[in-house]
C-alpha cells in the first residue's frame, strides 16, 4: 500500500502542492491504513493527527503562505487562516472544506481516548474508523483539485475511487478469539499473527489450536501448522508459547503483504 501512495499519489498531487508535505501526508496515510487494518486503532488515530498537519502545510502552501516550523505550528491557526482567505482567490475546497474535515479528525486525534468513560464500549475502533474514512476523503478531494482540467483523469478517478471506498479491518477479535480476514491465508501464517496479536501474552497449546479452528482450519490443519512455527516461538515449561522476535518480524510482513493485497 505504501509504496503505490508514494508513487502514484505523488505523481498525482505535486503538480499542484509541494513535494514536501506530499510525501509527508502521503507517508502517514499509507501508515494509518495499516494500522487500520491490523487492528491498531491508537496508532492509526495518532498517524491521522500527523496526516491532517502535513496537509494542512500543503493547503497553506497552496494559498501563499509558508506554514511554521515545529512547536509554532498551530492547527487550528491554520484552519482560521484559510477560512479568512478571500473568497476566490482559491478555491473553497481548498479554503474551507478540507479544512473542515481536518479539524474534524485532528479533534479526534488529539482528544483519543480522554473523552470516553472506561465504562463504556471502547471507543477507538468508531474513532479509527471515522478517522480513516475522513482522511481517505481528504485525500481524494487534494487528487481532484490537483488534476482539475487535466488532459488524463482515468488514474485520477482510480485513484479517488480506491481511497474513498470502505475500509475493514484485517484482524477482528470476538469473545476472546482472533480472526484474520485476509485472502486465503495458510495456516501457520494465521497461527503466526494470532501469537503476534496476543503478545507478549503466551498461549498455550489447547488455546492456539481452537483459534485457529475459530478461523476454519481443522484440527489436523491446526496442530500441523503449529510445528511448522516452531522455530518463531518459544516454549516455557507450561507448554505456553510466545513469540520471538523473528516471529513478530514474519508477522509483521504477512500482515503488511494482506493490507497490500486487499488494498488492490
Not at 107 to 131: F, K, M, Q, W, Y
Request: proline content about 5%; aromatic content about 6%; some cysteine.
Amino acid at each position: 500500500m505504501e509504496g503505490y501512495f508514494l508513487i502514484h499519489g505523488k505523481a498525482l498531487l505535486t503538480p499542484v502542492f509541494p513535494a514536501v508535505h506530499v510525501d509527508a501526508l502521503l507517508r502517514h496515510f499509507a501508515g494509518m491504513t495499516e494500522d487500520f487494518q491490523k487492528g491498531d486503532w491508537e496508532d492509526s488515530i495518532a498517524k491521522a493527527g500527523k496526516f491532517v498537519e502535513a496537509v494542512l502545510k500543503a493547503l497553506s502552501v497552496r494559498c501563499g503562505d509558508l506554514p511554521a516550523k515545529g512547536k509554532h505550528f498551530k492547527v487550528d491557526k491554520v484552519i482560521n487562516d484559510l477560512a479568512q482567505k478571500p473568497p476566490g482567490s482559491v478555491d473553497d475546497v481548498i479554503r474551507l472544506t478540507i479544512p473542515r474535515a481536518c479539524r474534524f479528525v485532528y479533534d479526534v486525534a488529539s482528544n483519543r481516548g480522554g473523552r470516553h468513560d472506561p465504562d463504556e464500549i471502547d471507543p477507538n475502533e468508531l474513532d479509527a474508523t471515522a478517522v480513516v474514512n475522513q482522511c481517505s476523503w481528504i485525500v481524494g478531494e487534494m487528487i481532484r483539485h490537483a488534476q482539475h482540467g487535466k488532459a488524463s483523469t482515468r488514474e485520477a478517478k482510480d485513484a479517488v475511487e480506491g481511497l474513498v471506498r470502505r475500509r475493514y479491518p484485517l484482524l477482528e477479535d470476538i469473545d476472546g478469539h482472533t480472526y484474520f480476514h485476509a485472502d486465503k491465508p495458510s495456516a501457520p501464517e494465521v497461527a503466526l499473527v494470532i501469537l503476534a496479536r496476543a503478545y507478549p501474552r503466551r498461549m498455550g497449546l489447547s488455546e492456539l489450536i481452537a483459534q485457529l479452528r475459530s478461523n476454519k482450519f481443522e484440527d489436523k490443519n491446526a496442530r500441523t501448522a503449529i510445528g511448522r512455527i516452531n522455530r518463531y516461538v518459544h516454549e516455557d515449561a507450561d507448554g505456553k508459547l510466545v513469540l520471538l522476535g523473528p516471529g513478530l518480524k514474519k508477522a509483521e510482513e504477512i500482515m503488511q503483504a494482506a493490507a497490500l493485497k486487499d488494498a488492490k
